[in-house]
């Protein structure tokens, strides 16, 4: 149980598009989602924290309108890298939380801005 | 601001052996930490976690100790396998909010 997916597992796409990553809790509800991104060989850096049906809560420093977050039901959040450039180029993370402590992480998502 | 860290980025560990990974914290609010492993171009891997009112806890070949006194954690892994080569992080959190502080990390390599 406690599995979380997240699609695409990689992407690659032009500078100044759009990509979406999707993450799912697969078989329980989460409270809360949480965004995260590894540049290589670097930590785990949060980025906001996204409650169904509310607006997300971002981390100091992360753009709101850059990195639009949408999560429309228990099981699934969305994180849109809007106008991407090469900088945005990381490992992107969700994890899913049940109103407790315990939080389970999703496979990550390698997005590649050429 | 507060975070946490890490006292080595890298450990070489012969297989069989002992391990110990090292972290300090430094934000006295949180209430639990959790020990991670992430291999490469995976998520992470949740090992085992302590709360604020214990200073260990064993579980399948890992203890964490938690010293609250000088804001350090620890992971010990026993008789380390090949299998356990990857980065470990350890990370803290508040119940406020269940937001996680992640450590720097540590490249554990295991020796054949």
């Known amino acids: 149980g406690a599995v979380v997916s997240q699609h695409p597992s990689w992407v690659i796409c032009k500078s100044g598009t759009s990509v979406k990553i999707e993450c799912r809790s697969l078989?329980?509800?989460?409270?809360?989602m949480f965004w995260y991104r590894q540049f290589p060989k670097q930590s785990l850096m949060l980025m906001a924290t996204?409650?169904?049906?509310?607006?997300?809560?971002?981390e100091q420093g992360v753009e709101k309108d850059k990195f639009l977050i949408n999560h429309a039901s228990l099981t699934l959040s969305t994180l849109t890298v809007t106008s991407a450039h090469p900088e945005d180029s990381s490992f992107y993370i969700c994890?899913?939380?049940?109103?407790?402590?315990?939080?389970?992480f999703g496979p990550g998502t390698r997005l590649t801005v050429t | 601001g507060e975070s946490v860290g890490l006292h080595l980025p890298t450990l070489s560990v012969q297989e069989g052996d002992n391990s110990i990974i090292n972290c300090a914290y430094s934000?006295?609010?949180?209430?639990?930490f959790i020990w991670y492993k992430q291999e490469s171009g995976k998520g992470p891997q949740f090992i085992i976690d302590?709360?604020?009112?214990?200073d260990k806890r064993q579980g399948q070949r890992v203890t964490v100790l938690l010293n609250k006194t000088v804001k350090h954690l620890s992971l010990q892994i026993a008789a380390t396998q090949p299998g356990d080569s990857a980065v470990y992080f350890c990370?803290?959190?508040?119940?406020?909010?269940?937001?996680?502080?992640f450590g720097a990390g540590t490249t554990v390599t295991v020796r054949a």
């Open positions: 994890s899913a939380n049940t109103g407790n402590y315990e939080q389970y």
């Open positions: 078989d329980f509800q989460a409270t809360t």
């Open positions: 996204s409650n169904e049906g509310s607006k997300a809560t971002y």
């Open positions: 934000n006295s609010a949180s209430d639990y």
């Open positions: 302590i709360r604020s009112n214990m």
């Open positions: 990370a803290e959190g508040r119940s406020n909010d269940y937001k996680l502080s």
